[in-house]
């Protein structure tokens, strides 16, 4: 099984809606991140979570929100989809308890979404 | 603000040869670096983490350097294969943060 899942893996919507995109981790970390991926652009941090009880912005928050569950669960919002938010989603995780090498990334599969 | 370019952004080699890799960034001061590897329309595969206290790593026929005063690090591909044809990307973490800025990647393709 895989250690980060990413659900839905593929999503199509119009513009004005709401969507949840989900990330589940069976690895044990605190840490988890949201990622957006566009054609030229890389990979830009959305919203990352140390634990639980927190949560922070990255460089792109604006439009986006997130919920931390629990250690192992953490949900990206669009709470009303815009067709620029059409890209390549990706969820991450790194570890901070020392156990692996510390900080080292793990990606999902990704979410690829359109906004129509 | 920690920048991270990877030049060139595309490479098309011959199957066997060697290769090098090019990504830097702009702040030398970070906690460390990670190579990743990605196929098209899939996720990123991690290679190599390279910590600020190190100079390199190999895994197989990778291997990772990082010299931090000049802001550069290169992933060296040896013999390469059709099989290593993706998009490599590196990504750096910046001391007192632990967040990861990507660069863009570089998109090779080994030719059989």
């Known amino acids: 099984d895989a250690d980060v899942t990413q659900t839905p893996r593929n999503r199509i919507t119009k513009t004005g809606k709401r969507i949840m995109l989900e990330c589940s981790q069976t690895k044990g970390h605190d840490r988890m991140y949201w990622y957006r991926q566009d054609p030229g652009l890389g990979l830009r941090l959305i919203y990352y979570s140390f634990d639980v009880k927190d949560i922070n912005k990255g460089e792109i928050s604006d439009g986006y929100s997130v919920s931390r569950q629990a250690q192992a669960k953490f949900s990206l919002s669009l709470e009303s989809a815009i067709p620029n938010q059409t890209a390549l989603y990706f969820c991450?995780?790194?570890?901070?308890?020392?156990?692996?090498?510390?900080?080292?990334?793990?990606f999902g599969p990704g979410t690829r979404l359109t906004v129509l | 603000k920690q920048e991270v370019t990877q030049i060139p952004a595309a490479l098309s080699v011959p199957e066997g040869e060697n290769l090098v890799l090019n990504c830097s960034f702009t702040?030398?001061?970070?906690?460390?670096l990670q190579w990743f590897r990605q196929d098209p329309g899939k996720g990123l595969t991690s290679l190599l983490l390279i910590q600020s206290s190190q100079r390199e790593q190999t895994s197989g026929r990778l291997n990772a350097s990082l010299d931090k005063s000049s802001g550069r690090s290169t992933l060296y591909i040896a013999a390469s294969q059709p099989g290593d044809s993706a998009t490599y990307l590196c990504?750096?973490?910046?001391?007192?943060?632990?967040?990861?800025?990507f660069g863009t990647g570089t998109r090779l393709k080994v030719l059989a």
């Open positions: 990504a750096v973490s910046t001391s007192g943060t632990y967040k990861y800025i």
């Open positions: 991450a995780t790194s570890d901070d308890s020392g156990a692996g090498v510390y900080n080292e990334q793990f």
């Open positions: 702040d030398s001061a970070i906690y460390n």
